[in-house]
Protein backbone atom coordinates (compact mmCIF):
# COMPACT_ATOMS: atom_id res chain seq x y z
CA UNK A 1 0.00 0.00 0.00
CA UNK A 2 3.13 2.52 1.04
CA UNK A 3 4.58 1.51 -2.35
CA UNK A 4 1.75 1.99 -4.55
CA UNK A 5 0.24 5.40 -2.75
CA UNK A 6 4.10 6.90 -2.72
CA UNK A 7 4.19 5.83 -6.64
CA UNK A 8 0.93 7.77 -7.22
CA UNK A 9 1.88 11.12 -5.90
CA UNK A 10 5.92 10.83 -7.11
CA UNK A 11 3.81 10.56 -10.28
CA UNK A 12 2.91 14.02 -10.43
CA UNK A 13 6.66 15.10 -9.97
CA UNK A 14 7.31 13.73 -12.94
CA UNK A 15 4.48 15.57 -14.89
CA UNK A 16 5.65 18.79 -13.03
CA UNK A 17 9.11 18.70 -14.81
CA UNK A 18 7.98 17.19 -18.00
CA UNK A 19 5.88 20.29 -17.97
CA UNK A 20 8.85 22.30 -17.22
CA UNK A 21 11.57 21.54 -18.51
CA UNK A 22 11.43 23.72 -21.53
CA UNK A 23 11.31 26.79 -19.32
CA UNK A 24 12.80 26.66 -15.94
CA UNK A 25 13.35 29.70 -13.54
CA UNK A 26 16.25 30.16 -11.64
CA UNK A 27 13.70 28.34 -8.69
CA UNK A 28 11.65 25.60 -9.57
CA UNK A 29 7.43 25.76 -8.76
CA UNK A 30 4.97 23.57 -7.80
CA UNK A 31 1.51 24.23 -7.60
CA UNK A 32 2.79 28.04 -8.08
CA UNK A 33 4.98 27.76 -4.99
CA UNK A 34 8.82 28.36 -4.89
CA UNK A 35 10.40 24.43 -4.57
CA UNK A 36 12.67 24.77 -1.96
CA UNK A 37 15.74 21.52 -1.45
CA UNK A 38 16.37 20.20 1.49
CA UNK A 39 20.52 19.11 1.62
CA UNK A 40 22.27 17.80 4.83
CA UNK A 41 19.60 18.87 7.14
CA UNK A 42 19.14 22.16 5.84
CA UNK A 43 16.35 23.39 4.35
CA UNK A 44 16.40 26.40 1.10
CA UNK A 45 15.03 27.53 -1.63
CA UNK A 46 18.10 27.83 -4.02
CA UNK A 47 18.08 30.03 -7.49
CA UNK A 48 19.92 27.95 -10.17
CA UNK A 49 20.40 27.93 -13.40
CA UNK A 50 18.12 26.21 -15.73
CA UNK A 51 20.80 23.57 -16.59
CA UNK A 52 21.18 22.22 -13.07
CA UNK A 53 17.36 22.21 -12.47
CA UNK A 54 17.16 19.98 -15.99
CA UNK A 55 19.48 17.66 -14.26
CA UNK A 56 18.14 17.30 -11.34
CA UNK A 57 14.61 16.68 -12.67
CA UNK A 58 15.84 14.21 -14.71
CA UNK A 59 17.01 12.25 -12.10
CA UNK A 60 14.04 12.34 -10.36
CA UNK A 61 12.20 11.24 -13.92
CA UNK A 62 14.53 8.41 -13.55
CA UNK A 63 13.78 7.27 -10.06
CA UNK A 64 10.15 7.16 -11.00
CA UNK A 65 10.38 5.30 -14.33
CA UNK A 66 12.66 2.61 -12.65
CA UNK A 67 10.12 2.11 -9.90
CA UNK A 68 6.91 1.78 -12.53
CA UNK A 69 8.80 -0.30 -14.36
CA UNK A 70 9.89 -2.75 -11.69
CA UNK A 71 5.77 -2.79 -10.58
CA UNK A 72 4.82 -3.88 -14.36
CA UNK A 73 7.86 -6.46 -14.16
CA UNK A 74 6.46 -7.75 -10.37
CA UNK A 75 2.62 -7.52 -11.70
CA UNK A 76 3.97 -10.09 -14.44
CA UNK A 77 6.41 -12.68 -12.70
CA UNK A 78 5.10 -12.08 -9.11
CA UNK A 79 7.23 -12.44 -6.28
CA UNK A 80 8.90 -15.23 -8.11
CA UNK A 81 10.48 -12.90 -10.50
CA UNK A 82 10.98 -9.46 -8.56
CA UNK A 83 12.34 -9.00 -5.06
CA UNK A 84 9.95 -7.86 -2.44
CA UNK A 85 13.09 -6.21 -1.15
CA UNK A 86 13.56 -4.36 -4.48
CA UNK A 87 10.21 -2.94 -4.70
CA UNK A 88 10.70 -1.62 -1.16
CA UNK A 89 14.01 0.45 -1.62
CA UNK A 90 11.64 2.12 -4.74
CA UNK A 91 9.01 2.83 -2.45
CA UNK A 92 11.39 4.43 -0.26
CA UNK A 93 12.68 6.59 -2.70
CA UNK A 94 9.29 7.57 -3.92
CA UNK A 95 8.59 8.48 -0.25
CA UNK A 96 11.22 10.62 -0.47
CA UNK A 97 9.89 12.71 -3.54
CA UNK A 98 6.45 12.51 -1.88
CA UNK A 99 7.38 15.53 0.04
CA UNK A 100 7.38 17.54 -3.22
CA UNK A 101 3.65 17.20 -3.27
CA UNK A 102 2.97 17.72 0.10
CA UNK A 103 5.36 20.11 1.12
CA UNK A 104 6.72 21.76 -2.05
CA UNK A 105 10.22 20.23 -0.64
CA UNK A 106 12.85 18.06 -2.52
CA UNK A 107 15.15 16.21 -0.56
CA UNK A 108 18.57 15.77 -2.50
CA UNK A 109 19.21 12.34 -1.41
CA UNK A 110 15.94 11.33 -2.49
CA UNK A 111 17.63 8.04 -4.82
CA UNK A 112 19.52 7.27 -1.84
CA UNK A 113 17.57 4.02 0.17
CA UNK A 114 18.39 2.13 3.08
CA UNK A 115 18.61 -1.93 3.25
CA UNK A 116 17.18 -2.36 6.59
CA UNK A 117 14.33 -0.11 6.05
CA UNK A 118 13.79 -1.81 2.90
CA UNK A 119 13.80 -4.93 5.08
CA UNK A 120 11.70 -3.65 7.64
CA UNK A 121 9.08 -2.76 4.80
CA UNK A 122 8.82 -6.30 3.53
CA UNK A 123 7.90 -7.36 7.06
CA UNK A 124 5.04 -5.29 7.75
CA UNK A 125 3.86 -6.67 4.19
CA UNK A 126 4.12 -10.05 5.32
CA UNK A 127 3.02 -9.53 8.18
CA UNK A 128 -0.09 -7.82 6.78
CA UNK A 129 -3.49 -9.63 7.01
CA UNK A 130 -4.17 -8.94 3.45
CA UNK A 131 -7.66 -10.91 2.90
CA UNK A 132 -9.19 -9.15 5.90
CA UNK A 133 -7.52 -5.59 4.22
CA UNK A 134 -8.54 -6.37 0.66
CA UNK A 135 -11.81 -7.97 0.08
CA UNK A 136 -13.49 -8.25 -3.01
CA UNK A 137 -14.36 -5.26 -4.65
CA UNK A 138 -12.75 -1.62 -5.44
CA UNK A 139 -9.27 -0.52 -3.91
CA UNK A 140 -8.57 2.64 -3.31
CA UNK A 141 -5.05 3.82 -2.71
CA UNK A 142 -4.24 6.82 -1.22
CA UNK A 143 -7.87 8.27 -2.31
CA UNK A 144 -8.69 12.06 -2.63
CA UNK A 145 -12.10 13.91 -2.79
CA UNK A 146 -11.74 16.13 -5.43
CA UNK A 147 -12.59 19.35 -5.09
CA UNK A 148 -12.95 19.52 -0.89
CA UNK A 149 -9.26 17.33 -0.55
CA UNK A 150 -7.98 20.69 -2.44
CA UNK A 151 -10.21 23.13 -0.23
CA UNK A 152 -8.21 21.78 2.77
CA UNK A 153 -4.71 21.81 0.91
CA UNK A 154 -4.69 18.05 -0.47
CA UNK A 155 -6.24 16.00 2.22
CA UNK A 156 -5.87 12.42 1.06
CA UNK A 157 -6.56 9.13 2.96
CA UNK A 158 -4.86 5.96 3.26
CA UNK A 159 -6.90 3.14 2.15
CA UNK A 160 -10.45 2.46 1.09
CA UNK A 161 -11.27 -1.12 0.54
CA UNK A 162 -15.09 -1.77 -0.71
CA UNK A 163 -16.99 0.39 2.19
CA UNK A 164 -14.28 0.33 4.25
CA UNK A 165 -12.57 4.07 5.54
CA UNK A 166 -8.84 2.39 6.30
CA UNK A 167 -6.02 4.56 8.86
CA UNK A 168 -2.80 2.83 8.36
CA UNK A 169 -0.79 3.71 11.62
CA UNK A 170 2.91 2.55 12.06
CA UNK A 171 3.36 3.25 15.31
CA UNK A 172 4.88 1.61 18.54
CA UNK A 173 1.45 1.15 20.48
CA UNK A 174 -1.89 0.01 18.67
CA UNK A 175 -4.02 2.60 21.01
CA UNK A 176 -6.51 4.73 19.64
CA UNK A 177 -6.16 8.23 19.70
CA UNK A 178 -8.97 10.58 20.03
CA UNK A 179 -7.39 12.58 16.95
CA UNK A 180 -7.26 9.51 15.02
CA UNK A 181 -10.42 9.36 15.02
CA UNK A 182 -11.04 12.84 14.53
CA UNK A 183 -9.05 12.19 11.43
CA UNK A 184 -11.27 9.69 10.19
CA UNK A 185 -14.21 11.54 10.71
CA UNK A 186 -13.03 14.64 8.45
CA UNK A 187 -12.38 12.06 5.60
CA UNK A 188 -15.89 10.75 6.16
CA UNK A 189 -17.10 14.03 6.16
CA UNK A 190 -15.10 14.77 2.46
CA UNK A 191 -16.06 11.61 1.40
CA UNK A 192 -19.79 12.05 1.20
CA UNK A 193 -19.14 15.35 -0.27
CA UNK A 194 -17.62 13.93 -2.87
CA UNK A 195 -20.05 11.76 -3.36
CA UNK A 196 -22.38 14.00 -3.83
CA UNK A 197 -20.83 14.71 -7.46
CA UNK A 198 -19.38 11.96 -8.20
CA UNK A 199 -21.73 8.62 -8.00
CA UNK A 200 -18.93 6.13 -8.45
CA UNK A 201 -16.93 6.90 -5.64
CA UNK A 202 -17.79 4.34 -3.05
CA UNK A 203 -20.14 4.75 -0.20
CA UNK A 204 -18.52 4.37 3.18
CA UNK A 205 -20.11 2.46 5.68
CA UNK A 206 -17.35 1.62 8.19
CA UNK A 207 -14.63 2.93 9.36
CA UNK A 208 -11.37 1.64 10.76
CA UNK A 209 -7.40 1.61 11.54
CA UNK A 210 -4.90 -0.68 10.92
CA UNK A 211 -1.96 -1.06 13.38
CA UNK A 212 0.98 -2.04 10.86
CA UNK A 213 3.49 -3.08 13.16
CA UNK A 214 0.74 -5.19 15.24
CA UNK A 215 -0.75 -6.70 12.33
CA UNK A 216 -3.80 -5.78 14.35
CA UNK A 217 -7.20 -3.49 13.06
CA UNK A 218 -10.38 -2.90 14.48
CA UNK A 219 -13.52 -1.60 12.49
CA UNK A 220 -16.60 0.36 13.13
CA UNK A 221 -19.95 1.28 11.43
CA UNK A 222 -20.16 4.79 10.28
CA UNK A 223 -23.61 4.80 11.88
CA UNK A 224 -21.89 5.75 15.67
CA UNK A 225 -21.02 9.23 13.95
CA UNK A 226 -24.41 9.17 11.66
CA UNK A 227 -26.63 8.69 14.76
CA UNK A 228 -24.72 11.26 16.78
CA UNK A 229 -27.28 14.42 17.42
CA UNK A 230 -24.57 16.94 16.50
CA UNK A 231 -23.14 15.02 13.16
CA UNK A 232 -25.42 17.36 10.53
CA UNK A 233 -24.29 20.35 12.71
CA UNK A 234 -20.75 19.64 12.57
CA UNK A 235 -20.98 19.23 8.61
CA UNK A 236 -22.79 21.74 8.03
CA UNK A 237 -19.88 23.89 10.10
CA UNK A 238 -17.05 22.45 8.29
CA UNK A 239 -18.02 23.40 4.62
CA UNK A 240 -19.77 26.65 5.86
CA UNK A 241 -17.41 28.26 8.48
CA UNK A 242 -14.42 26.40 8.72
CA UNK A 243 -13.31 25.69 5.21
CA UNK A 244 -13.83 28.98 4.08
CA UNK A 245 -12.09 30.72 7.20
CA UNK A 246 -9.00 28.05 6.34
CA UNK A 247 -8.63 28.95 2.95
CA UNK A 248 -9.04 33.02 3.61
CA UNK A 249 -6.47 32.38 6.20
CA UNK A 250 -4.12 30.61 3.72
CA UNK A 251 -4.49 33.48 1.11
CA UNK A 252 -3.75 36.13 3.69
CA UNK A 253 -0.24 34.36 4.78
CA UNK A 254 0.02 33.69 1.33
CA UNK A 255 -0.29 37.71 0.02
Partial sequence: V???????????VGRTSNAARRRLPRHAAVYGEPLSVLEDGIEYTPRWRRRRWQTLL??????IDEAKTAVRNYKKAGVDGVSLHALALHAIRLARLDYVHRAEVLDLAFAEAEDDLADELVDLLRAAPIAELHPKGVLYLNPTFGEESYAVRGADADLIAGDLLLEIKTVVSPRVEARHLDQLLGYFFLARRFRERNRR?????????YYSRHA????HSVDCWLDHPEFE?????LFDT????FNE????EEA
Fill in 2 to 12: GAARSQADAAM
Fill in 58 to 63: QRVDTT
Fill in 201 to 209: FPVVRRFGI
Fill in 216 to 219: WFEV
Fill in 233 to 237: TTQAW
Fill in 242 to 245: YIPA
Fill in 249 to 252: RNHA
